[in-house]
């Protein structure tokens, strides 16, 4: 596995809640934190969630994100037009010996 | 204010060299370790290589193993990604960005560059 799988879009309205999921495998989020980034367009990544579910100062607290498992989520509730963005989750990988992305999900909000 | 710019890109034949600089400001950069991430044109991250607060200390993805070397200097707050045998596949944007952690597998990346363009093309 070279990437963590992630769907490739999302979309929701505004004021609705949207999820994107993240899995992974035993050698990385299995065993590991998850990390969560946010690109806007044209723009560099962005540290959103860290930790699993912890945010970084200035973020929202309408962004959240869980880890279950081989498995993660990213919440997003109160969707807002400048949420629209590629976002990406991240963890270390011991085999990799190195961090994993995700394959990046890109949220269009209608 | 805490911010990393990057620079050196540009337009280099296949089989050619290129060095990235990444200067750093707003903080302590020898207490921190520091990543190379990339991102092809349309297409998502990719953790390239990594270098700890000292410079002993060097891990990379196996794409780049033998052509890419990471480097720092401390004393002039500068990281530095020398980028050897380039091939098309290497053509991307370029991101440095620090890493913050409590053990290597917790890392994250908190501040990022705002990137530098390398485009592998004869």
């Known amino acids: 596995q070279s990437v963590l799988t992630q769907p490739p879009s999302a979309s929701g309205t505004p004021g609705q809640r949207v999820t994107i999921s993240c899995s992974g495998r035993?050698?990385?989020?299995?065993?590991?934190?998850v990390n969560w980034y946010q690109q806007l367009p044209g723009t560099a990544p962005k540290l959103l969630i860290y930790s699993n579910n912890q945010r970084p100062s200035g973020v929202p607290d309408r962004f959240s994100g869980s880890k279950s498992g081989t498995s993660a989520s990213l919440a997003i509730s109160g969707l807002q037009s400048e949420d629209e963005a590629d976002y990406y989750c991240a963890s270390w990988d011991d085999s990799l010996n190195g961090v994993l992305f995700g394959g990046g999900t890109k949220l269009t909000v209608l | 204010e805490v911010q990393l710019v990057e620079s050196g890109g540009g337009l280099v034949q296949p089989g050619g060299s290129l060095r990235l600089s990444c200067t750093a400001s707003?903080?302590?950069?020898?207490?921190?370790?520091m990543h190379w991430v990339r991102q092809a044109p349309g297409k998502g991250l990719v953790w390239v290589l990594r270098i700890n607060s000292d410079g002993s200390n060097i891990k990379n993805a196996d794409s780049v193993k033998g052509r890419f070397t990471i480097s720092r200097d401390n004393a002039k707050n500068m990281l530095s990604l020398q980028m050897n045998s380039l091939r098309a596949e290497d053509t991307a944007v370029y991101y440095c960005?620090?890493?913050?952690?409590?053990?290597?597998?917790?890392?994250?990346?908190?501040?990022w560059g705002q990137g530098t363009t390398v485009t592998v093309s004869s």
């Open positions: 707003g903080f302590t950069f020898s207490s921190y370790w």
């Open positions: 035993s050698s990385n989020i299995g065993s590991n934190a």
């Open positions: 960005a620090r890493g913050r952690m409590t053990s290597e597998t917790t890392t994250r990346l908190d501040v």
